[in-house]
Structure formats: C-alpha cells, structure tokens
C-alpha cells in the first residue's frame, strides 16, 4: 500500500510545503494500492491534500465529487481539468470549457451519440474487436494491453472520424507515443506529440471543406456546420475540438480493459458467468466499470473559496476529482470492493462522470467494452496473469501491461 502521512516538513533541499501533506501521490504502484490509498483517505482524510504533481486537493467520497462535477457555476473545468496539468497547448472544447461556452460544442457532437447511431456502430465495432482478439487464444500467451486494449480505441477512432487508413496508421503510432510520454512525465514528448494530432486535425478539417459529409454522422463535419446564435464556431476552437476526440478515448480503454483481465484471472467463476449468461454481459460492464473506474485524476478549480468536509480549499487550487475514489465508497455503495450484480438500489456509477461534463461519448465506450466481454467470452475460457501489472500514472487507474496465457 502506498506510503501516507500527515505533515512532510522542510525536505531537505526543498522550501517548506505550504500545506499539510496528506498522502504521496508520486510512488509506484501496484495494482491494489490506489483502492487500498483512497480507502484509508476516505476514512480518515476524505478532502486529502499532496503537495506532489504541483500541488492539489483530492475528493474521495461519493457526494463530493458528485457535487464537485455537477456544480459547474462553482468548480470550473476551464483553468485546469486533469491533475497533473498536462495540457501544453491551445484550448480544446468541450472539456477545457465551462457552460455555456462548452455547450456549442456538446450539443455539435451529441447527435453523432444518439441510439440510433449506436445501432450503427454496433456490428462494426463487434467486428473490430473480434478480428483484434480472436487470433491471440492460439499463441497461448498475449498481453491483453499491448496485443488487444490499446489497438481496440484506435481502430473505432479511426471509423468514427471516417479517415483513411494511412491516417489511422499514424494516429496508432502516435497515440502510442503520447501514452509514452504522458506515463513518463516527459513535457517536451507530449508537446511534440500533440503538435502532431493538431495537424492531424486540420488535416481532416481541410478535407472536409472540400469533402463535406453527412454532419449528422460526421465528427468534423457537424462541428464546421454547427451554429451558435447565427455564427459559425470559431475554427481553432473546433480544431481543438478535433484534436481532443482523437486521442480523448484512447488510454482509459487500454488500462479499463487490462483491469478487466486482471479481475477475470482473479475471478474465473466471473468469466463462466459471462459465458453461462451473455444476457448479463451489459451489467457485468456496469459492475466493472464501477470497481476498476480509470480516472481518478479529472481536475475542477474553485472559483472562490469553499469548505468541504470541513476543509477550506481557497480559489484558484485545483482539486482532484477521483471517480476512482466515489465509485467504491461504502455511504453509496454496500460491500464496495465486492463484484455484484444485484445493487438495485445504489446510486449510478460515475465512471462517466455527472454533469455538463458528463462523457459525450459514453454510449461508444460501453459497446466497446461490451463488444470486447463478448468476444473474450467466445474465443477464450478465462486469463491467468503472468507477469507483472505495471500501472499508470495520473490522471488514470489500471494497468497498461497485462501479460495472460489463455486458458
């Protein structure tokens, strides 16, 4: 478990910490420790404070992230919306704006979400996670992160934003890249990577001026053909747009689903069950998606002084809101570290979060997950974890590695 303490005083070589030290942020990880740290926290410390990754406050239970995401007048997404700060260039709607500023751009993207879209969508992506996963079973060994997870997002991105294969292939290189180098902490990676992604991006807004397509099934071209009292949306704005729909789906599908084979090696009687039962496949991801939710790093800022939890966070400090956390706390959900499909009166899940920042896309994540469920429970009987679990950093929770032999 990590290391948590309550004062860190005068470090040697560094200035004296402003604030009381809570818990430390920066330490490696094992894949049970950061339930193990926001459990203590939430006990004990469940408005917590690090003075690592910058400096930041941390919400554990349920109630206050709830309200911290849906109280936009008062907690802004604007000045910083992960901890730690990682956005290094221009502004990217929907997430890096408050309402009403960010709703042009929600209400552009929302229809692209809508069932009968998902309709749509559902037989293609089926199809993409099974041509990903089925050839892996015959090798007898495989990581579930690197051989299937991280290349599932990237083939569905490719689809959603209609871009030829060519594009798809670079993006896939350099998602991988910007995954690199945000786990490492390298500032100048991510810098040049997202340079690259926003020349992507106009790439395929250029086309698109050229090339208009449907903008009731097109990202791009709804948002050229999106109008807010009369006006166009200002171009690098939807640029930014662009650029954030690119890569905003890629990391927490790869860690979501290496958690979901470590829970599955863990629990195989959970396996047979998706096996004996695919009806239950959709609250099986549900219960998943509560248990192993892969942020715990989305950031609001104050936007004056507040108390929670008897703790006064003054404005402007950025304050981290762990869905992680909120998800397994025992006033909201009964037996929170226990798989069960029979919570009937618990409160939803925030794997999504809540408010006007809720994920647009969250209807294609679910057929995601549930598409790959389907597809693990037809190729394979179960996974047994076979090397170690190396974990990601902030913003998100899970594994990025997660090496199996097929059973």
């Not at 430390?24 to 404070?49: G, I, K, M, Y």
């Not at 579930?144 to 871009?163: K, M, N, R, T």
């Not at 096996?275 to 959709?282: A, F, M, R, T, Y």
């Not at 999504?352 to 920042?357: A, E, V």
Request: with cysteine.
């Amino acid at each position: 478990m990590a290391h948590v303490i309550h004062d860190r005083r005068e470090p040697q070589g560094q200035e004296r910490f402003s604030k009381e030290h809570d818990f430390d942020a920066e330490w490696v990880e094992q894949f049970d420790d950061v339930p193990q740290l926001f459990e203590d926290l939430r006990s004990r410390c469940p408005v917590a404070h690090s003075n690592d990754l910058g400096g930041f406050w941390l919400l554990t239970r349920y109630d206050d992230v709830a309200e911290a995401m849906g109280n936009s007048a008062k907690f802004s997404t604007a000045v910083q919306n992960v901890v730690p700060r990682v956005a290094t260039t221009g502004r990217r709607p929907p997430l890096h704006l408050d309402p009403p500023e960010h709703t042009p751009y929600r209400r552009a993207i929302a229809p692209l979400f809508r069932q009968e879209r998902i309709d749509h969508w559902r037989p293609i992506v089926r199809d993409i996670a099974d041509r990903l996963f089925a050839p892996l079973p015959a090798m007898k060994e495989a990581d579930i992160c690197l051989d299937f997870s991280y290349h599932l997002p990237i083939h569905v991105l490719a689809e959603f934003f209609q871009i030829p294969e060519q594009d798809a292939q670079q993006i896939r290189s350099i998602g991988k890249e910007f995954n690199h180098a945000l786990q490492t902490k390298d500032l100048k990676g991510l810098e040049a990577t997202s340079q690259f992604l926003y020349r992507m991006a106009q790439g395929i807004i250029d086309d698109r001026k050229v090339n208009p397509r449907d903008p009731r099934e097109d990202p791009t071209s709804a948002l050229l053909a999106a109008r807010d009292q009369g006006e166009p949306l200002p171009e690098h704005l939807i640029l930014g747009t662009i650029r954030q729909l690119l890569v905003v789906g890629i990391i927490a599908p790869t860690t979501f689903l290496g958690s979901v084979a470590v829970h599955f090696s863990r629990h195989p009687e959970h396996f047979r069950l998706m096996q004996d039962q695919p009806e239950l496949i959709p609250d099986i991801a549900e219960e998943l998606l509560r248990l192993y939710t892969p942020y715990r790093g989305f950031a609001r800022t104050p936007v004056e002084d507040v108390e929670i939890g008897g703790r006064t966070i003054r404005a402007d400090e950025p304050i981290a809101i762990a869905f992680t956390a909120a998800n397994r706390d025992p006033e909201a959900f009964e037996d929170p570290n226990e798989f069960r499909l029979d919570r009937k009166n618990a409160p939803p899940h925030l794997a999504f979060g809540r408010g006007p920042h809720q994920c647009a896309g969250a209807s294609l994540a679910r057929l995601m997950l549930t598409a790959s469920l389907e597809t693990f429970a037809k190729h394979c009987n179960g996974f047994e974890v076979i090397g170690p679990t190396p974990m990601t950093n902030w913003p998100e929770y899970g594994p990025y590695s997660v090496p199996v032999r097929f059973l």
